[in-house]
């Protein structure tokens, strides 16, 4: 069982350049979710979807672009990479609706991007 | 909004010692609260979660943690540490929309 995937593991960027992180999951799960880690910080929501064709804004969009055009794949883009955006970045998923709130979130083995 | 706070940047205890990793949350309903560890250049693993059916919650590797109300507290123990709990710890509560709030994280440090 594979459960999140993200690729590619490590990415390096000169400023400016842009790129598709690509997470998938074979869980059938509704909501998907990026997060980026930074020291001391924790893990910070950038976009979520709660379902293919539906996305919001986390808490640190600016940036970043998501799409939701399957219910297994959330891919995340940077527009024009700059070095504020090195952070390793986890792809989340899980159930959701009522009476799945207390279900857990899978993540990925992140990708970790750094922007010169 | 929800928010979290985990006291202690970095937590080091010795091999055998009692771990203590603390979490505060803020809610004004029932939270649904979880404990998630991260090792090295991994991803999160969950460790347990508080689901109201009891207050004292048993995870994995020995690690428990107890649901305080009235302190508005999930802390994380366990009885004696071991080299391999060396990791990150991260409480995090659920939100509304199924949006996971994270504290900040405890970097554990288990010494020989």
């Known amino acids: 069982n594979a459960g999140v995937t993200q690729t590619p593991k490590f990415q390096v960027l000169k400023t400016g350049q842009s790129m598709t992180l690509q997470c998938a999951q074979d869980?059938?799960?509704?909501?998907m979710s990026w997060y980026r880690q930074d020291p001391g910080m924790g893990l910070r929501l950038i976009h979520y979807s709660v379902g293919a064709g539906i996305t919001d804004q986390g808490e640190v969009p600016n940036g970043y672009n998501v799409s939701r055009s399957t219910t297994e794949d959330f891919p995340l883009r940077l527009l024009s990479a700059a070095p504020s955006q090195t952070s390793v970045y986890f792809c989340?998923?899980?159930?959701?609706?009522?009476?799945?709130?207390?279900?857990?979130?899978?993540f990925g083995q992140g990708t970790r991007l750094t922007v010169v | 909004a929800q928010s979290v706070t985990q006291l202690g940047s970095h937590v080091s205890v010795s091999e055998g010692a009692l771990v203590l990793l603390r979490c505060n949350y803020s809610?004004?309903?029932?939270?649904?609260l979880f404990w998630y560890v991260q090792y090295p250049n991994q991803g999160l693993q969950l460790l347990l979660k508080?689901?109201?059916?009891?207050?004292l919650v048993k995870g994995i590797n020995g690690f428990e943690a107890e649901f305080k109300k009235s302190e508005t507290s999930f802390h994380l123990t366990k009885p004696s540490a071991h080299m391999s709990d060396a990791a990150e710890y991260f409480c995090?509560?659920?939100?509304?929309?199924?949006?996971?709030?994270f504290g900040a994280g405890t970097i554990l440090r288990v010494k020989s």
């Open positions: 809610s004004s309903v029932p939270p649904y």
């Open positions: 508080y689901t109201s059916a009891a207050t």
């Open positions: 995090a509560v659920r939100e509304g929309g199924n949006k996971l709030v």
């Open positions: 869980m059938n799960h509704e909501y």
């Open positions: 989340a998923s899980s159930l959701t609706g009522l009476g799945k709130l207390n279900t857990e979130a899978f």
